[in-house]
């Protein structure tokens, strides 16, 4: 993975957990020609291993096909909660957990 072709590495995004794709804003352009464009996604593959989902892929340079990141997106159900995470040198580190019920147990008030 090459620090040089980012702006930032593994910038925090917060509950931004991206399944595919490329965050072109950290990109500052390709190290090895200099070019700055569209990333090609290669690789990319899909796993499961006890109940969690594991999608990995690697952002290439369009022109010179230098590989610039490795992607990885995770998702699982734990408990009454959906959780995903994502960790990759251009896209940042970001996780999420949302309720998988109608009502959010943790946004319920008490009403005592």
Do not use: W
């Not at 940042?92 to 959010?104: F, H, M, R, Y």
């Amino acid at each position: 993975m090459c620090g040089g072709c980012v702006e930032k590495e593994y910038p925090n995004r917060g509950n931004i957990c991206l399944e595919n794709g490329s965050f072109l804003l950290n990109f500052t352009g390709c190290a090895v020609c200099n070019k700055r464009d569209f990333m090609l996604i290669t690789n990319k593959s899909l796993k499961e291993e006890d109940g969690e989902e594991i999608v990995t892929y690697d952002h290439l340079c369009k022109n010179c096909h230098h590989v610039v990141a490795r992607h990885e997106y995770t998702f699982s159900i734990m408990d009454e909660f959906q959780e995903y995470t994502m960790l990759c040198l251009l896209c940042g580190k970001a996780e999420d957990t949302v309720s998988i019920l109608p009502d959010d147990p943790r946004q319920m008030t008490l009403l005592f």
